[in-house]
């Protein structure tokens, strides 16, 4: 590999551009990107305590429609928000990335392990044992909620945690 | 939550922001030169981040200098008196 080819890789792939394009700088100050990471943790811990509080008052099945749609709606743009903020870290080939970026992105993927695991882990065990009381759909609700939270969490410690560009 | 080196063992001091002024030379410039985004030049430049050895020296080669006179794990002296031999 030379010293350019990680910048021709850079200027080849769309993905990249886009995240490195500076018409979105202002998704790039740690208040925004602390702020991004605030909306999207309590949009989808609403979204787990509304499932988990329907199941629990045995709720009928089509009451959760509703708030999943409006939910997922609100999630799409604040993550595309977010992945901007964090020049999308996770989402960009490796090659389009330096060492710098390659280590923030691993450093927070390192921090989280242990509650991803475990969120994870909770994913497979709500849906064991809602399928084990007869109510299958609900479990697959709350562990694909888990398992999308053991996905989010490495995403929201990156923008937490990145310095300040200047 | 903190990204900065772990210790003050681990900073490494570097002359790339006055090695770039003194050559008018962009973080861009000396980003494509040497394979990173400018973010992380600024990052090295500001002792944030410690380049791994190969872009310690693809920069060091990229100033035409070498790398203990961009690096140092003491904090550098002016250029004027290690580099250039003047002391005035």
């Known amino acids: 590999m030379t010293d350019r080819s990680a910048t021709r890789d850079m200027e080849r792939s769309y993905l990249a551009r886009r995240y490195d394009d500076d018409r979105f700088a202002w998704t790039r100050t740690r208040r925004v990107r602390r702020r991004l990471v605030v909306a999207e943790a309590v949009l989808v811990t609403a979204l787990v305590v509304v499932t988990f509080a329907a199941a629990a008052v045995g ?4 009451w959760l429609g509703w708030p999943w749609t409006v939910a997922l ?30 280590r923030l992105r691993d450093e927070s993927y390192i921090a989280v392990r242990w509650p991803a695991t475990f969120l994870t882990l909770g994913a497979v065990v709500a849906v064991y044992v809602a399928a084990w009381m007869g109510d299958a759909p609900r479990g697959l609700m709350a562990g694909f909620l888990l398992w999308f939270l053991a996905i989010l969490v490495p995403y929201w410690h990156l923008a937490w945690t990145l310095p300040e560009e200047a | 939550m ?6 003050e063992a681990d900073i490494v001091y570097n002359r790339i922001a006055v090695l770039r002024a003194e050559r008018d030379v962009t973080r861009k410039d000396l980003a494509d030169e040497v394979g990173v985004h400018p973010q992380t030049i600024g ?7 410690s380049p791994s050895l190969a872009l310690a020296l693809r920069i060091a080669r990229f100033f035409g200098l070498p790398v203990e006179a961009v690096f140092s794990l003491e904090p550098l002296p002016p250029l004027s008196e290690t580099v250039y031999g003047r002391t005035g």
């Open chain 2, 2 to 7: 903190s990204r900065r080196p772990r210790s």
């Open chain 1, 59 to 62: 709720a009928e099945r089509g």
């Open chain 2, 43 to 49: 990052y090295i430049e500001r002792g944030e981040y």
């Open chain 1, 73 to 102: 709606l609100g999630f799409v743009p604040l993550h595309g928000l977010l992945n901007l903020g964090i020049r999308g870290l996770y989402d960009r080939s490796g090659s389009t990335i330096d060492e710098h970026q390659r």
